[in-house]
């Protein structure tokens, strides 16, 4: 769990390469604790995050790689890296 | 003042206490896990932890993320080639939509206040007991063993703990308070490693100094 600091205990571990692939089936074990994760089911198109990272290969998530890394996920970040503006372009 | 409990070590049910008290305490309060070495970690990341406050705080409010989400994801599903229904290009950001508010996390200085008393308790508790005395040498045992080398061993010491910790995901307030308070497997693993290397290495250095 980040945020106390504390990162918690994810099933899947690091390497130097980064994030090990998730097993089939296996969820983001940081979802219990990531801010956007419950937003991504107000609305049906928002469901596209789950079924393309969480619930799927999560080890190409950005948050997810970041929060590995022990360093500070921007709240705005989206798990394919992009940040999200206040204002639109 | 002299406090007779406090003359000494402390009874083992009243540090386990006050332990206790700080570990719930700051969960019930703040909602997060306490964890020492996350704090220091964070202190390192000051630089970036203050950005990210600082973009959490524009977020916070419902709407704007919700607004932003939906903007975003419709970019990136056009980047995909994935056809959004039209009804839902239309639809308009409500308050149902939006989601739950993002919890706030507890402010850098917040933690900042904490590691400071942290050392003002250690200190006030000794102080109460009538034994607070300040030491720029290191420990007889330390010279011993290292010799004039004492402080850099305390150094390299400390790096070890704390590359230890970050590689482990907490320390022993991570680990062995809030992770095995709630008997996770991982927690109570990394505990049984922290104290049984621990007194291990007690029992060598007893022998090496005797």
């Given at each position: 769990?980040?945020?106390?600091?504390?990162?918690?205990?994810?099933?899947?571990?690091?390497?130097?390469d980064?994030?090990?692939?998730?097993?089939?089936?296996?969820?983001?074990?940081?979802?219990?604790?990531?801010?956007?994760?419950?937003?991504?089911?107000?609305?049906?198109?928002?469901?596209?995050?789950?079924?393309s990272?969480?619930?799927?290969d999560?080890?190409?998530?950005?948050?997810?790689?970041?929060?590995?890394?022990g360093?500070?996920?921007?709240?705005?970040?989206l798990?394919?890296?992009n940040?999200?503006?206040?204002?639109?372009? | 003042m002299?406090?007779?409990?406090?003359?000494?070590?402390?009874?083992?049910?009243?540090?386990?206490l006050?332990?206790?008290?700080?570990?719930?305490?700051?969960a019930?309060?703040?909602?997060?896990?306490?964890?020492?070495s996350?704090?220091?970690?964070?202190?390192?990341?000051?630089?970036?932890?203050?950005?990210v406050?600082?973009?959490?705080?524009?977020?916070?409010?419902?709407a704007?993320?919700?607004?932003?989400?939906?903007?975003?994801t419709?970019?990136?599903?056009?980047?995909q080639?994935?056809?959004?229904?039209?009804e839902?290009?239309?639809?308009?950001?409500?308050?149902?939509?939006?989601?739950?508010a993002?919890?706030?996390?507890?402010?850098?200085?917040g933690?900042?206040?904490?590691?400071?008393?942290?050392?003002?308790?250690?200190?006030?508790?000794?102080a109460?007991?009538?034994?607070?005395?300040?030491?720029?040498?290191p420990?007889?045992?330390?010279?011993?063993?290292?010799?004039?080398?004492?402080?850099?061993?305390?150094?390299?010491?400390?790096?070890?703990?704390?590359?230890?910790?970050?590689?482990?995901?907490?320390?022993?307030?991570?680990?062995?308070?809030?992770?095995?308070?709630?008997?996770?497997?991982?927690?109570?693993?990394?505990?049984?490693?922290?104290?049984?290397?621990?007194?291990?290495?007690?029992?060598?250095?007893?022998?090496?100094?005797?």
């Amino acid at each position: 769990m980040r945020g106390g600091g504390w990162s918690g205990h994810a099933s899947t571990v690091s390497s130097a390469d980064g994030p090990k692939k998730p097993a089939p089936g296996q969820s983001c074990p940081h979802s219990a604790t990531c801010p956007l994760y419950p937003q991504f089911t107000m609305a049906s198109f928002l469901r596209y995050w789950r079924t393309s990272y969480c619930d799927a290969d999560f080890s190409r998530c950005a948050r997810f790689r970041l929060a590995s890394e022990g360093k500070p996920v921007p709240v705005n970040m989206l798990p394919s890296g992009n940040l999200m503006k206040l204002t639109p372009k | 003042m002299n406090l007779e409990v406090l003359n000494g070590r402390w009874p083992f049910w009243l540090g386990a206490l006050a332990l206790a008290v700080t570990a719930v305490g700051y969960a019930a309060v703040l909602g997060r896990l306490l964890g020492v070495s996350g704090m220091y970690e964070r202190l390192v990341h000051a630089r970036a932890e203050l950005a990210v406050d600082r973009e959490e705080r524009a977020f916070r409010d419902r709407a704007t993320l919700g607004e932003a989400l939906r903007r975003e994801t419709l970019a990136e599903m056009e980047r995909q080639g994935i056809q959004v229904p039209p009804e839902e290009l239309a639809a308009p950001v409500t308050t149902a939509q939006a989601g739950p508010a993002i919890a706030p996390r507890v402010p850098l200085w917040g933690q900042l206040v904490f590691l400071v008393m942290m050392f003002a308790g250690g200190a006030l508790a000794k102080a109460l007991a009538g034994g607070l005395t300040f030491q720029s040498q290191p420990d007889p045992a330390h010279l011993q063993l290292f010799g004039k080398a004492a402080p850099l061993a305390l150094l390299f010491g400390g790096v070890l703990v704390g590359f230890g910790t970050r590689m482990a995901g907490g320390c022993t307030s991570g680990h062995g308070l809030s992770g095995c308070g709630r008997l996770q497997p991982g927690s109570l693993l990394a505990t049984a490693c922290f104290f049984g290397s621990g007194v291990a290495l007690s029992m060598v250095l007893a022998r090496v100094l005797a």
